[in-house]
């Protein structure tokens, strides 16, 4: 059975700065384009970032770029998202998803092809 799990979400003030991390059981990440998406309460749900399986190309949301990094160790089967200079508006439900499309003009979700964790909460207060 597949389990991906997110840690790493928080409160924050405006200005900080938080690292999500991403793990699975059951799967092989390094096979897979991963990515982080994120809902805010109202909002659809909406791609933020994302990695090819090799690490060598990455995406970023027009909001979040100079701001977010994403990056994998494959050694580690772990998917990271550092997130510096945090605003309100990145508050949200923050999910990772293994299996997705991704390039360099975006991320796409392959529906149930797709595997997707819990989610880890993101809260930045002003």
């Known amino acids: 059975q597949v389990q991906v799990v997110e840690s790493g979400g928080g409160l924050v003030q405006a200005g900080g700065s938080l690292r999500l991390s991403c793990t699975a059981s059951?799967?092989?990440?390094?096979?897979?384009?991963m990515g982080w998406f994120r809902q805010a309460p109202g909002k659809e749900r909406e791609g933020v970032s994302c990695i090819t399986w090799s690490g060598g190309s990455t995406y970023y949301e027009t909001s979040v770029k100079g701001r977010f990094t994403i990056s994998r160790d494959n050694a580690k089967s772990t998917l990271y998202l550092q997130m510096n200079s945090l605003k309100p508006e990145d508050t949200a439900m923050y999910y990772c998803?293994?299996?997705?499309?991704?390039?360099?003009?975006?991320?796409?979700?392959?529906?149930?092809?797709?595997?997707w964790g819990q989610g880890t909460q993101v809260t930045v207060f002003s």
């Open positions: 998803a293994a299996n997705i499309y991704c390039s360099g003009r975006g991320l796409v979700n392959q529906g149930d092809y797709s595997y």
């Open positions: 059951g799967l092989r990440l390094s096979a897979y384009d």
